[in-house]
């Protein structure tokens, strides 16, 4: 869900990493403000610890930062 408004378009990210730092996936998405979208990613088969991460930073050629925020809402693995 990005929340601020007025505010340039914010990029939602979620990296799954192995225990030794690889990148085993990637998936992006932009929400321009006051958009909200559910985002599903099909995992790839995993054994072993991962990290998941996710991050929020403004999107490519987003001229500011100005009343940005951004929060990821129920995060959920099945």
Excluded: C, K
């Amino acid at each position: 869900h990005h929340a601020g408004a007025p505010a340039a378009a914010v990029s939602f990210t979620l990296i799954v990493e192995r225990e030794d730092g690889s990148e085993v996936l990637r998936a992006e998405h932009a929400l321009s403000a006051g958009e909200r979208t559910p985002l599903n990613v099909a995992l790839p088969s995993l054994t072993g610890r991962h990290r998941f991460i996710l991050q929020t930073e403004m999107a490519a050629g987003a001229p500011h930062n100005y009343n940005a925020w951004a929060r990821w809402l129920a995060p959920r693995v099945a």
